[in-house]
C-alpha cells in the first residue's frame, strides 16, 4: 500500500458544481496535509494547508482532514474553468520532507 | 520577484550523455529539492539539500548527482546511468523549521521537461 493514494482522474464537471478531491494515507505521524494546484506544465503552488483535524476555508476552497480515517478531502466551490488543474495532496509529519499524492486532474467546462 | 528558476525549459539528451539541469532562488531559502514527476506517478524525491555543501539522496537517486556549493544554486546533474530519463524535472526550495511545530510549504520552479533522443 502506497503512503498516500489519490485517485488520478480525470475528474470532469460544469461550471459552478462543487468538487470534491479526496486523498487516503496510511502514516498516523502526519500532521500538516498540504494542497498543492499544477497547471499543465508547470510547476506546483501551494494552495492551502491544515494542521491536524478539521476544516479550513480560504474562499472557495476548503480543506477538511479526517485524522481518524486517515482521509483528506479538498472542496471547491462555484467551480470555474480557472480551477482547471492537476491537484496534488501532500501530507507531512513535522520537520520531513512531504509525501506527494499522484496527483487528480480536474477538468471544469464551461 | 522572489521565486525559482529552472532552466532550461525544455532539454533533449542523446543516449550516453550526461546532462545538467540549472535551479536557482532568491528566496533566500537554505533548503532545496530535486523531484521527477512522470505521467500517473505524482513527485518523486531524487536529491534534497539543506544546507551549503551538504545534500542527502532521496527515493530514487540512482543515475543523478547533486552539488550545492552556493545557498541560492542547486543544480541536478542526470547521468548516463539513469536508464529512463524523460521526465519533466521539478525544483523546490523551503525555509528550514526551527520546531517540529513551524511550517513552511514549497516554492517550486516551472520545470524542465527532458528527453531522450
Known amino acids: 500500500q502506497k503512503e498516500v493514494e489519490q485517485d488520478p482522474g480525470p475528474l470532469s464537471v460544469p461550471e459552478g458544481a462543487i468538487v470534491s478531491l479526496n486523498c487516503t494515507y496510511s502514516?498516523?505521524?502526519?500532521?500538516?496535509f498540504m494542497w498543492y494546484r499544477q497547471y499543465s506544465r508547470k510547476g506546483p503552488e501551494l494552495l492551502m494547508y491544515?494542521?491536524?483535524?478539521g476544516n479550513k476555508e480560504d474562499g472557495r476552497f476548503t480543506a477538511q482532514v479526517d485524522k481518524s480515517s486517515k482521509y483528506i478531502s479538498l472542496f471547491i466551490r462555484d467551480s470555474q474553468p480557472s480551477d482547471s488543474a492537476t491537484y496534488l495532496c501532500?501530507?507531512?509529519?513535522?520537520?520531513?520532507?512531504?509525501?506527494f499524492g499522484r496527483g487528480t486532474s480536474l477538468i471544469v467546462h464551461p | 520577484d522572489g521565486g525559482i528558476t529552472q532552466s532550461p525549459k525544455y532539454l533533449f539528451r542523446k543516449e550516453g550523455q550526461n546532462v545538467t539541469l540549472s535551479c536557482e532562488q532568491n528566496?533566500?531559502?537554505?533548503?532545496m529539492y530535486w523531484y521527477r514527476q512522470d505521467p500517473g506517478q505524482g513527485l518523486r524525491l531524487i536529491y534534497y539539500?539543506?544546507?551549503?555543501?551538504?545534500?542527502q539522496k532521496g527515493d530514487i537517486a540512482e543515475g543523478y548527482s547533486v552539488s550545492r556549493e552556493k545557498k541560492e544554486s542547486f543544480p541536478l546533474t542526470v547521468t548516463s546511468a539513469q536508464k529512463n530519463p524523460t521526465a519533466f524535472y521539478l525544483c523546490?526550495?523551503?525555509?528550514?523549521?526551527?520546531?517540529?511545530?513551524?511550517?513552511?510549504?514549497?516554492?517550486f520552479g516551472s520545470g524542465t521537461r527532458l528527453t531522450v533522443v
Open positions: 523546490a526550495s523551503s525555509s528550514t523549521p526551527l520546531k517540529l511545530t513551524d511550517f513552511y510549504g514549497y516554492t
Open positions: 528566496l533566500n531559502h537554505d533548503a
Open positions: 502514516n498516523s505521524a502526519f500532521q500538516y
Open positions: 539539500s539543506q544546507i551549503v555543501n551538504d545534500f
Open positions: 501532500a501530507p507531512k509529519a513535522g520537520s520531513y520532507i512531504p509525501t
Open positions: 491544515t494542521y491536524s483535524s
